[in-house]
């Protein structure tokens, strides 16, 4: 149990800042996703912590003590990557208990943690086995135990997932976070999936560029992301530009929508997922809120849902209908969108 800060952390590679003064707190306990594009600074953020790269400012801290005279085997971290890099001519048990086995502990006192990690990992039984006669998923259960076996402070995970199919992932995803929980440990966990940060994460920090952009619950930043760039990259959304007149934003061609964000300056950028939006005919009763008039250009029918897509004045808006049943509209066919202020958010560009 542990809690871990960065703090104005850089690292440079030449002219490039691989991360530009970050400042993140990991509370002990928590499942924590750094999502972010690729190059975006996650794994030299998660190498940092673990002691592998040094920064050339700021400070890491564990459990409040800044460890960059403390090297990396002596930071009490365990660490998952995504190429499981288990030890090949070792079977699962000397794989697991190689953390012990380099600390000198006792040989009974190694088959009794290497089994309750095989346990946890849901693996027992297959302790003779070397990686190469384990699935994707079975080594990567394996590393995880090694990682657990030395009870470290704080486990960090760098796309653990990202080399397994779909399926396996998800049933993965789910193991993980049961096992975290179990453990209690505090857990960093690198992705650039969005879906994996939402359904895994207590909290996310979405980086891009070495920066970071925003820090939050799963709900919180879908629900209002601060930039442009969160708003996309977790989720999707449609975005409208506009002149801000005293409550409203007047967009070129659709006319004045209402938000229920703060509005400041002479323009303002609004972002509105496409799940909030509502298609109706075009001679349907108003409702309060936003609407706007247009043309479907696609539909796509998914089973439990429907995408579609209209034109309007202001360009092509993408809407996700859930099917309770209704009719479902044409291609050409003239719709109106309506949707709530509360669900249009102002976003930095
Ligand atoms: P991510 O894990 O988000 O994909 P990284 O942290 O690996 O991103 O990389 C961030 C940026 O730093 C990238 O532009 C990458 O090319 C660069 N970088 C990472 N490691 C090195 C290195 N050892 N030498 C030079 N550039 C590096
Ligand atoms: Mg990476």
């Given at each position: 149990?542990?809690e871990v800060s ?78 499981y890099a288990l ?215 998914s089973g439990t ?45």
């Amino acid at each position: 149990m542990s809690e871990v800060s960065a703090r104005n952390v850089t690292k440079r590679y030449g002219e490039l800042r691989a991360l530009d003064n970050v400042s993140l707190d990991f509370p002990d306990g928590s499942f924590f996703a750094l999502l972010g594009p690729s190059g975006s600074g996650k794994t030299t953020l998660l190498r940092s912590i673990a002691g592998f790269v040094e920064p050339e400012e700021g400070e890491i801290l564990i459990d409040g003590v800044d460890v960059a005279h403390i090297p990396a085997h002596k930071r009490d971290i365990g660490m998952v990557f995504q190429n499981y890099a288990l030890f090949p001519h070792m079977n699962v048990f000397d794989n697991i208990a190689f953390g012990l086995s380099v600390r000198g502990v006792s040989k009974a006192d190694t088959r009794k943690r290497v089994g309750d990690l095989l346990d946890l990992v849901q693996l027992s039984g297959l302790d003779e086995r070397k990686p190469k006669q384990l699935s994707g998923g079975q080594q990567q259960r394996v590393a995880l135990a090694r990682a657990l076996v030395t009870d470290p402070k704080v486990l960090l995970l760098d796309e653990p997932l990202g080399a397994l199919d779909k399926r396996l992932r998800q049933e993965m995803q789910i193991e993980l976070k049961q096992i975290q929980r179990a453990v209690g440990i505090t857990a960093i966990f690198v992705t650039h999936d969005q879906e994996e940060a939402l359904t895994l994460s207590d909290q996310i920090a979405i980086i891009n560029d070495g920066k970071l952009v925003q820090i939050g619950e799963p709900n919180e930043i879908y629900e209002n992301p601060r930039t442009r760039f969160a708003a996309s990259f977790l989720g999707d959304a449609n975005f409208m530009e506009g002149s801000v007149d005293g409550d409203r934003v007047t967009v070129e061609n659709l006319g004045a929508l209402a938000t229920s964000s703060p509005l400041a300056g002479a323009r303002a950028t609004l972002a509105v997922r496409p799940e909030k939006m509502q298609l109706t005919a075009l001679d349907a009763a108003v409702s309060e809120g936003n609407r706007v008039e247009g043309t479907v250009t696609q539909r796509v029918f998914s089973g439990t849902s429907v995408t579609y897509i209209v034109e309007t004045a202001a360009g092509p808006m993408r809407t996700f209908q859930q099917n309770a049943g209704d009719r479902m509209f044409d291609a050409d066919e003239k719709v109106a969108i309506t949707w709530s202020p509360n669900h249009t958010v102002v976003v930095e560009d």
